[in-house]
């Protein structure tokens, strides 16, 4: 397994502001993963972050919204710009732990999330 | 395609009586599935994966799964349910994609445990 750690835990935020969220891991991993869930609602993949390359994004996330930075094996931000009411929501990230093969039957462990409000 | 149905949004349980939480899977291919459970104001918690071996999966917290292949099912059952077990519980399967797992989640299913 792996314990992961969410910096802020919740904020509150103005419209039109960027927050940056950090994801630190215990160990080393290659893969990152942030996701967002919106009140009420479950769990959107937001990007994969493999160290040393650009993030992956899902469909409807860009990178000027969303940009993203994955300086080494332990870390990871997620930025939130330009907000808007609509980003009110926890933003999770997550962590795959294996065998190393990348197989299906890794398990992603998730961190504890930032809960986000924009006014 | 892959898809997760949890065929329930809200489950409500006296203490001490069985729980079913019911998920339903579509996949190309053998999937791996998962059950997370998020507790209030708590990230995502494993609590078992089915991944090809044993079709009767336990996990943690007196909680288990089986898998039926030929209902494309993977519901999760425990025998007596405790206070404590009131949370929201995902239902997630599993395919690589893209070189990397790619992680689709059922809407989620609110169980709420009476004294």
């Known amino acids: 397994s792996a314990v992961i750690s969410q910096k802020p835990s919740r904020d509150i935020c103005q419209r039109g502001t960027s927050l940056t969220i950090q994801c630190q891991v215990d160990s080393q991993v290659t893969m990152m993963f942030w996701y967002r869930q919106q009140p009420g609602q479950s769990l959107t993949l937001i990007a994969t972050?493999?160290?040393?390359?650009?993030?992956?994004?899902e469909s409807g996330f860009v990178i000027d919204k969303f940009p993203i930075s994955r300086p080494n094996l332990t870390f990871s931000t997620l930025t939130v710009s330009n907000m808007s009411p609509e980003d009110s929501s926890i933003y999770l990230c997550s962590v795959e732990v294996g065998g190393g093969a990348r197989l299906s039957t890794d398990t992603q462990y998730f961190g504890p999330g930032t809960r986000l409000t924009v006014l | 395609a892959q898809s997760v149905t949890q065929l329930d949004s809200h489950v409500s349980v006296s203490e001490g009586t069985p729980v079913l939480l019911r998920c339903n899977y579509s996949s190309s291919y053998s999937p791996s599935l998962f059950w997370y459970v998020q507790h209030p104001n708590k990230g995502l918690q494993l609590l078992l994966k089915?991944?090809?071996?044993?079709?009767l999966v336990k996990g943690i917290n007196g909680f288990e799964a089986e898998f039926k292949k030929s209902e494309t099912s993977f519901h999760l059952t425990k025998p007596s349910a405790h206070m404590s077990d009131a949370a929201e519980y995902f239902c997630?399967?599993?395919?690589?994609?893209?070189?990397?797992?790619?992680?689709?989640f059922g809407a989620g299913t609110r169980l709420a445990v009476h004294p």
């Open positions: 089915y991944t090809s071996a044993a079709t």
């Open positions: 997630v399967v599993s395919f690589f994609s893209g070189g990397y797992n790619k992680l689709i």
């Open positions: 972050a493999n160290q040393g390359s650009e993030a992956t994004y």
